[in-house]
């Protein structure tokens, strides 16, 4: 015998008694009258069993209720609704019923002790038998698979006093930030020592060959700019949903001493300007997909007059 054929002996075995649900209130307030339950009995009652509903089952189609196992019995057999006859379905008429919890839930609130009843019956119909519910059986496992999600939760969730990262479960993306002011002045420089040495060694042959001449001074310069500040550490490793936002954000913590002061700084990548909602992944798999990483960006501290200049 099912769990379900259990429910239905235990909705037999209540009743559908004339319990009187209370005497009528002494006053006319509308909201204090009572009724009988044998005026409820028409509504939450199964129109197979004739007992009250357990498990409440409604079929979808036609929305008429029945115990669970007395539908299910009877679809068996047949794929019309018991009580308005009308096809469920032609071939899989259990689809089309689903557990009513709602009402359900009213059955045990408007009739005295059937819950508990039910409850004890069922529980006593497997233990004769030596077999374990099926209702028990389901809690516990819900039960357990609440707990290992707890645990899995409280494993994943780092503790605020900690140093823990909290994006280490996501997908990370290595970076390369340069300046790119810095690498233009060290591109430029190195340029710069080539053509000296190339023109010097120049001078030396043609010194061989004539007569010495006085050397012209070095061109002079104003007053020497400050060199480009680079990051000590230019090696970052972060969350792929990172935005171009957070990096500004970043730099100009390190750079400019101040997160404020993020709207001072451009990132490129490509010699092309990042936009500020962009994510991480969005401009590796678009400007970066075909190439080794670290992805290399370049950040440019735009500098709007000479202090800011000397402090950087």
């Not at 071939?91 to 689903?98: M, Q």
Request: hydrophobic letters at 35%; proline letters at 6%; a negative charge.
């Amino acid at each position: 015998m099912s769990d379900d054929e259990a429910g239905v002996s235990g909705a037999k075995g209540a009743g559908a008694g004339d319990a009187d649900a209370g005497a009528g209130a002494a006053g006319g307030d509308p909201m204090e009258k009572r009724c009988l339950l044998r005026d409820l009995n028409e509504m939450i009652t199964c129109k197979i069993c004739h007992g009250y509903l357990i498990d409440a089952t409604t079929v979808t189609e036609c929305l008429h209720t029945f115990c669970k196992s007395c539908i299910v019995k009877h679809l068996e057999d047949c794929n019309t609704c018991p009580e308005c006859e009308d096809m469920i379905h032609q071939s899989h008429p259990l689809d089309y019923i689903a557990f009513d919890r709602t009402m359900q839930d009213l059955v045990y609130k408007i009739v005295p002790g059937l819950e508990q009843d039910e409850h004890d019956r069922e529980r006593k119909f497997y233990a004769d038998r030596g077999l374990p519910c099926p209702k028990d059986q389901m809690a516990e496992e819900e039960s357990e698979e609440g707990k290992k999600a707890e645990e899995e939760e409280a494993q994943r969730t780092p503790d605020a006093n900690t140093n823990m990262d909290f994006h280490r479960f996501d997908e990370q993306v290595n970076l390369l930030l340069e300046c790119k002011a810095a690498v233009a002045a060290a591109a430029a420089s190195a340029a710069s020592a080539a053509a000296s040495t190339s023109s010097a060694a120049a001078a030396t042959s043609e010194g061989a060959k004539s007569p010495k001449s006085p050397r012209s001074p070095p061109p002079t310069t104003s007053a020497a700019s400050p060199p480009p500040k680079n990051l000590k550490r230019k090696f970052v490793r972060c969350s792929s949903l990172a935005t171009v936002t957070h990096l500004k954000k970043f730099i100009a913590k390190k750079l400019l001493n101040s997160l404020e002061r993020y709207k001072d700084v451009d990132i490129m990548c490509n010699d092309e300007p990042l936009y500020k909602d962009h994510t991480l992944k969005f401009v590796y798999v678009t400007r970066w997909r075909t190439k080794e990483p670290p992805m290399r960006l370049q950040y440019v501290p735009r500098v709007t007059d000479t202090s800011q200049a000397q402090s950087l």
